[in-house]
């Protein structure tokens, strides 16, 4: 078993799927044509199936085997093709794709001694997607290519989901969602479990040892949008500085301890920037930016769209405060100075969410708004463009028919948002869930002399995000009503994730360095010991299902 998870891994890590690329198509054809050789699909092709994005070009591929026990208890489980982009390996970046010839090359770079060390030790294989997350998907394939063979193996049956763009916006994963519902009718399965296979590491970063995760962070994307006034550089005190005002909005965010989120068992990080820029400045000028406009990530473990919103105004109306203050003292001291210049003072800035900025501009819109907004999204909807700068430019066409032409700061959400999700052991699906991972972990110890760790939320965020619906009717209306473009840019098919409601598990290998140069995949655990927990795992949920 070890060398024939290994081959698939080699053949998986040789396809460089980078996120939105021609070869992340050509890695899913490749998995989808793996699985078409087996005889088990040839006489049951209905069981194998490439779903199209939104795109209608990338592809997910998804397969079931049913087993003979004729049970409807299904398993899920679920991984990622797609990986993050090779740029960092330098001159190595073309070896970064064959991790047999990365390893040899690597050893005349320089490195910390921790990966010099797991270099050395032969027991870890460096390559970009070797732990995130080609081992997980090598895994997760060996195991359906085993209960094809035999579909006695297993007790229940068994489903897996492999998808692209989870490292973008899970376009894959939401696509492949209404997929599984019908399936599940289809095929008159019931789910009890899902199983994402994702690398420790990337859950719980620097951890010393294979754990396993029964929940996962939520993620909010949040724009700030700056509006100032525009004055010549020379006339700077009559104009307002979007960019000054965004600056001290920042320092109200980024970083602040007090804005983590918590919750029985799991911290969150603060919110940060992961975009910043002044708008609508293409070429040199000396004029003072007007525009500027800011995204944060925010992860989630307990707060909700209405909290995450009501934070970023708060924030935002406190740091636009400070700003005017600063500018008030900065003119006072330039006259102390000898300055003679003009200056424009300003009373506030104005703090709005998306969903009244679009309210205004609804009224205000010399003509049919509706017809007017669906054309502009139209005009902007491109597989080519940034699905977050497609809001923003969205927000930016209304910005100009707002009730009041003073700075304003708009806040709202952009693509994706990733609900927090756990399993709490409330339901008997649950309860059964659960005993079956403890059963697991007793194998662990057993067998193999592993102890496995109950990790906190996992904190790198993964597609267990929408198997199942923990956000209520009134919180997903705050969500779509401040998303830019919610229903033809974007949007979650809460329905099918209600749907979809089961106990989760992350269990995957250990690696280190996830998105680095340093990528790498400790080799014993992911493929001696970890396919054989899975194996246990779905034998023993299926002994627990059988007692419903």
């Not at 010393?208 to 700030?224: D, E, H, I, N, R």
């Not at 003119?331 to 003072?345: D, H, L, S």
Request: aromatic share 10%.
């Amino acid at each position: 078993m070890e060398e024939r998870i290994y081959r698939q891994l080699m053949e998986l890590v040789r396809i460089p799927s980078v996120t939105g690329s021609e070869d992340e198509i050509e890695i899913a054809r490749f998995i989808y044509e793996s699985l078409a050789k087996e005889n088990y699909f040839k006489e049951h092709p209905s069981h194998l199936a490439l779903v199209p994005g939104p795109d209608g070009k990338r592809i997910s591929v998804v397969a079931m085997v049913r087993s003979t026990a004729d049970v409807s208890d299904t398993v899920l489980f679920i991984g990622h093709f797609d990986v993050v982009g090779a740029e960092v390996y330098g001159e190595l970046a073309n070896k970064a794709f064959d991790p047999e010839a990365l390893g040899r090359s690597l050893r005349c770079r320089p490195m910390d001694q921790q990966a010099k060390e797991d270099l050395e030790s032969g027991n870890w294989i460096f390559g970009r997607g070797v732990m995130d997350m080609k081992c997980g998907v090598a895994i997760e394939l060996d195991l359906l290519k085993e209960f094809a063979r035999d579909p006695s193996l297993f007790d229940v049956n068994a489903a897996v989901a492999l998808v692209f763009d989870e490292e973008g916006s899970s376009q894959g994963m939401l696509s492949v969602l209404p997929f599984l519902v019908q399936l599940a009718e289809r095929e008159e399965l019931r789910y009890i479990g899902a199983v994402n296979t994702e690398p420790t590491d990337a859950g719980l970063p620097g951890a010393p040892g294979p754990g396993y995760f029964l929940s996962t962070m939520g993620k909010a994307l949040v724009m700030v949008y700056v509006v100032g006034e525009e004055a010549h550089g020379g006339s700077y005190y009559r104009g307002l500085s979007a960019a000054l005002v965004q600056d001290f909005i920042n320092l109200e965010l980024e970083a602040h301890p007090e804005l983590r989120d918590s919750s029985a068992n799991s911290v969150t990080i603060p919110p940060f920037v992961l975009y910043c820029e002044c708008r609508r400045k293409e070429s040199y000028s000396i004029t003072i930016p007007h525009m500027s406009m800011a995204y944060y990530n925010v992860f989630t473990v307990s707060r909700s769209p209405s909290d995450v919103l009501k934070m970023f105004k708060e924030a935002a109306s406190k740091g636009a405060k400070k700003a005017l203050e600063y500018l008030g003292a900065s003119y006072k001291a330039m006259k102390n100075f000898g300055y003679t210049g003009a200056v424009k003072r300003y009373d506030e800035v104005c703090i709005l969410s998306y969903e009244e900025l679009r309210r205004q501009a609804s009224r205000n819109y010399p003509g049919d708004f509706e017809i007017a907004e669906r054309e502009m999204i139209s005009n902007l909807k491109s597989p080519d463009k940034d699905l977050r700068e497609q809001g923003i430019n969205l927000a930016e066409w209304m910005i100009p028919w707002r009730d009041q032409q003073g700075p304003v700061v708009i806040v709202g959400f952009l693509p994706p948002f990733m609900p927090h999700r756990s399993s709490y052991g409330r339901t008997e699906t649950e309860v059964h869930f659960r005993r079956a991972v403890e059963s697991t972990v007793s194998y662990a110890e057993t067998t193999f002399g592993r102890h496995l760790q109950e990790c906190p939320a996992f904190g790198g965020l993964c597609d267990l995000s929408y198997i199942g619906c923990q956000v209520n009717e009134g919180e997903r209306q705050i969500l779509e009503n401040n998303i830019p473009g919610w229903g033809m840019l974007y949007s979650l098919p809460f329905e099918s994730m209600g749907r979809l409601n089961m106990p989760i598990i992350n269990l995957g290998p250990l690696g280190r360095g996830a998105h680095t140069w340093a990528e790498r995949l400790e080799r014993d655990y992911a493929l001696r010991e970890l396919p054989q927990l899975l194996r246990h795992f779905v034998r023993s949920l299926a002994v627990q299902a059988g007692g419903d």
